[in-house]
Nanobody, 118 residues
Framework: QAQLVESGGGLVQPGGALRLSCAAAGFTFSSYYMTWIRQAPGKGLEWVSTIYSDGSITYYPDSVKGRFTISRDNAKNTVYLQMNSLKSEDTAVYYC???????????WGQGTQVTVSS
């Protein structure tokens, strides 16, 4: 049974930074693309970033490009999301997900809350 556990969320001021982690277990982590997805209060799910299984290629939407960086350590079965220059609109619950195929996910973590506020 696959398991994903996020950590690193919290309260940060606008312009600040946070680093999220997602520890994976129960599957061959290095074989799968991994994705971060967020859900802001009262809104739908928003894709944040995807990383190839070997970490060689990453993708971001325009809303976070240049501010967020996804990375992974396959030796530690962990994927990270470094978030810089945070804005109030980044406030959301952030989930990591195991990608089965393009934009289809079979396992999700429990989520970690990120709140950007002064």
């Amino acid at each position: 049974q696959a398991q994903l556990v996020e950590s690193g969320g919290g309260l940060v001021q606008p312009g600040g930074a946070l680093r999220l982690s997602c520890a994976a277990a129960g599957f061959t982590f290095s074989s799968y693309y991994m994705t971060w997805i967020r859900q802001a209060p009262g809104k739908g799910l928003e894709w944040v970033s995807t990383i190839y299984s070997d970490g060689s290629i990453t993708y971001y939407p325009d809303s976070v490009k240049g501010r967020f960086t996804i990375s992974r350590d396959n030796a530690k079965n962990t994927v990270y999301l470094q978030m810089n220059s945070l804005k109030s609109e980044d406030t959301a619950v952030y989930y990591c997900a195991k990608e089965v195929r393009g934009a289809e996910y079979d396992y999700w973590g429990q989520g970690t809350q990120v709140t950007v506020s002064s």
